[in-house]
């Protein structure tokens, strides 16, 4: 067995494929194939089930491929150590985020990361949560900026801060008019949602007592799958929503009928956090990151008092 081998074993339980993992790891799939039958034999377990249709992964070969990725990680952190005697934040960190964070904050801190940690280099993937959790766990990102909680012992976050939401309205809705918007006006507004999968769209439905979506009517057929979209919407005087504010800086906010507003109550606002794997070695790389988010945050929103990174990172 050697790293080779796991590397074919994580390539294959990854793309499902034995023609794509071989392309992935840049060798014919006669040689990987070969390899991995190898592994099974001198292991004495099948590792994938194989029909003419679909590779699936045996049940022992699920846990053969975790111990694997950890493997291949922790390979991939002695290669880290070695060049972090020379630079410690010097190479790719692999950053997920959710779509409706990621073209908002990413522009904040981009030019401020390259210009503090030069050689360190933001590899940036937009996706939703459970997508993002799902390759944070695949060891294929090695952290991800997320506004929901998550009860996995694997992982660890860093609450980062605050965001409320701000209540976006057609300038000719009834509520531009009104001084203070309560709970009640919430509660009876035409609100307009993002599809299903995005974790704001919930959050939304909490703020405003809203129980279940839409059923039938026109609320129930406009949904959007990008926030740029659900605004638009809201310009054209479909309804309105609620935006987090990190958003309020965007393009949208000039000459598209758009009125945004903040809301005085203290539920309406999500937490953002890093979320990594416990077990991830480039302890200096989030700490720089983290830094560099709470440094340049607009006064929009509400930074928490950081944990020790130190102690956050090492999960205690």
């Keep these: 067995m050697n790293l080779r081998d796991l590397k074919y074993v994580a390539a294959v ?28 034999e001198e292991l004495g377990v099948t590792i994938f089930e194989r029909t003419n249709r679909s590779v699936e992964v045996s049940p022992i070969g699920q846990q053969i491929i975790s111990h694997a990725r950890q493997v291949l990680e922790q390979a991939a ?16 960190l692999r950053i997920g985020a959710i779509p409706t964070l990621s073209p908002y904050l990413m522009p904040v801190i981009l030019v401020p990361l390259k210009r503090r940690y030069p050689q360190l280099k933001l590899v940036l993937s937009e996706e939703l949560t459970h997508a993002l959790l799902a390759r944070l766990h695949q060891h294929e990102l090695d952290a991800i900026l997320l506004a929901t909680s998550t009860e996995d012992g694997d992982l660890a976050d860093i609450p980062l801060f605050d965001e409320p939401f701000w209540l976006a309205t057609p300038r000719s809705h009834p509520l531009y008019a009104k001084d203070d918007i309560s709970r009640e006006d919430l509660e009876s507004v035409d609100l307009l949602l993002l599809s299903e999968g995005h974790c ?12 279940e979506r839409p059923q039938q009517g026109e609320m129930a057929d406009l949904r959007a799958a990008s926030l740029e979209t659900l605004l638009q919407l809201v310009g054209a005087g479909f309804g309105c929503t609620l ?59 509400r930074r928490l008092a950081p944990t020790p990174p130190n102690r956050a990172l090492a999960g205690a």
């Design 13 to 40: 339980a990854e793309t499902r494929h034995f023609g794509r993992a071989a392309e992935r790891c840049f060798v014919s799939q006669p040689t990987l194939s070969g390899q991995i039958k190898k592994l099974e």
């Design 77 to 92: 952190a002695i290669q880290e150590v070695a060049r972090a005697h020379q630079d410690p934040l010097a190479g790719p």
């Design 200 to 211: 704001l769209s919930q959050q939304v439905m909490d703020v405003c007592n809203l129980a």
């Design 243 to 301: 935006v987090p504010a990190l958003a309020i800086r965007g393009s949208w906010m000039t000459d598209t009928g758009i009125i945004a507003r903040p809301l005085n109550l203290p539920d309406a606002y999500r937490r953002i956090s890093l979320v990594y794997r416990r077990s991830f070695p480039r302890v200096p790389a989030l700490e720089a990151l983290v830094e560099v988010i709470l440094a340049h945050l607009p006064n929009t929103v």
